[in-house]
């Protein structure tokens, strides 16, 4: 069976800098689960498992736009610090989820004045290029159910695995900047998350934070 659009793959990867510098991994761990063509790997990834069979090893030099996009300068906003009254004190690594026109992300603080807040909605490793290596360890067809929903489903719980494939967010699209369980990125990232809001705001590019 090869990889294509619809089935569950399973794949043993590592993900780095193209410097070296390791990002991520499975190595000791439990292999990387997601339906193909479902939007959860970076693009160039899933184009590059297209078509490969259990065993298949790949070795891929991503460039940002193929794996979390190119730095975008109108992404990197300032609110009014009073946005946030009511919220404890607010710190640059904070964290918090927005609604986006491009869906759901997270955006970072990145510098607090004293009646400003710069935040940040580029992905942690946008305008980076990235170096997967792995193997293709399992292929299945998936289910009318986690077709449905959009992800794999543990045998034994319809929905229990979320948290696993939310271990290793640096394959995979945005994911909110990989909020949950974060390796590299995470979702999460190569910075840490401390907080998460809720606010009602929006911002010159449409980014609501919710």
Request: hydrophobic share 35%.
């Amino acid at each position: 069976m090869k990889i294509k659009k619809d089935l569950v793959v399973s794949i043993h990867f590592g993900v780095t800098e193209v410097d070296g510098n390791t990002l991520d991994s499975t190595e000791n761990g439990a292999p990387l689960d997601f339906i193909q063509g479902a939007g959860y790997l970076v693009s160039g990834l899933e184009k590059e498992l297209e078509g490969k069979m259990v065993g298949d090893k790949f070795d891929v030099k991503l460039e940002a736009k193929d794996a979390y996009g190119e730095f975008r300068e109108d992404l990197v906003q300032q609110v009014p610090l009073d946005l946030f009254e009511g919220d404890e004190k607010v710190e640059v690594g904070m964290s918090f989820q927005a609604e986006t026109d491009q869906g759901q992300r997270t955006v970072e603080v990145t510098a607090v004045s004293d009646d400003m807040v710069s935040i940040d909605a580029n992905h942690p490793l946008a305008g980076m290029s990235l170096q997967f290596v792995g193997e293709v360890v399992a292929i299945r067809e998936a289910t009318e159910e986690e077709l449905a929903h959009g992800h794999i489903h543990e045998a034994d719980s319809s929905c229990s695995n979320h948290e696993t494939q939310n271990e290793h967010q640096c394959c995979g699209g945005d994911h909110s900047k990989h909020t949950t369980g974060e390796h590299c990125c995470s979702d999460e990232s190569t910075k840490e998350e401390k907080k998460k809001h809720i606010l009602a705001v929006e911002t010159a590019t449409n980014l609501r934070l919710m």
